[in-house]
Each structure stands twice: as C-alpha cells, then as structure tokens.
C-alpha cells in the first residue's frame, strides 16, 4: 500500500490551503484514513480522521471549525481543507490508513503512512 500526500505549501496566517492524499495497492473496506502533523522538535499528533465509508469524522481541537477532512467514495483521495490557518499549524503534514475501526485519533493504530508534505504558515 502507497500513500500519497501532496498540496503543503507557504501561506500566510489566516490563508487557506488543501491537502490530498492517495492511496494505492489496495482497497479498504473499513477502518479510517487519518491525518498527523509534527512541528520541530514536537511530537507527532492527531488532526483529522475520516472512515472509508466517509460517514464518520473526527477533529483535534485545536483544528475544529476550520479543517474539514472529506473524500467522495473509496477510491478517491481524501482532502483535508484547512482555513483560518495559524501559525502554529505549521508542521509536517502526514495521511495514513488503518483497516482498524477503533482509535482512529491514536498514530499507533495506523499501519501506512504517506511521506509527508511541508504546511508552513506565516505570521
């Protein structure tokens, strides 16, 4: 299984960006498609997380009410929208796929990860 995440960039405070991930290799039929960031010298922590059927989502505090995680079907990416960025949203931005249904907010309970993708938003 492949991940590919893309669409991090260089935005100033209060700007907008989007995130896609892809997936390829094989299809889920269950568990969630996450995403984690990592600011320096941060650990790795939960932002959003969506099931594969789309229907369940779940958000970190800290991003409630401006990213929005989606996807249209099982076979097509899952997008994180992120508005109202703030500086301390800047990180490394990672998706990941677990075929578990419980503890989608838990990095542990992933089995794949994309390589990652640079936000960083300026003041």
């Known amino acids: 299984v492949q991940l590919q995440a893309c669409g991090g960039g260089l935005v100033q405070a209060g700007g907008s960006l989007r995130l896609s991930c892809a997936t390829s290799?094989?299809?889920?039929?269950?568990?969630?498609m996450g995403w984690f960031r990592q600011a320096p010298g941060k650990e790795r922590e939960f932002v959003a997380a969506i099931s594969w059927s789309g229907h369940i989502a779940y958000y970190a505090d800290p991003v409630k009410g401006r990213f929005t995680i989606s996807r249209d079907n099982a076979k097509n990416p899952v997008y994180l929208q992120m508005n109202s960025l703030k500086p301390e949203d800047t990180g490394v931005y990672y998706c990941?796929?677990?075929?578990?249904?419980?503890?989608?907010?838990?990095?542990?309970?992933?089995?794949?990860w994309g390589q990652g993708t640079q936000v960083t938003v300026s003041s």
């Open positions: 990941a796929a677990t075929t578990r249904v419980e503890a989608p907010r838990l990095h542990y309970a992933y089995d794949y």
């Open positions: 290799g094989r299809t889920f039929s269950s568990g969630f």
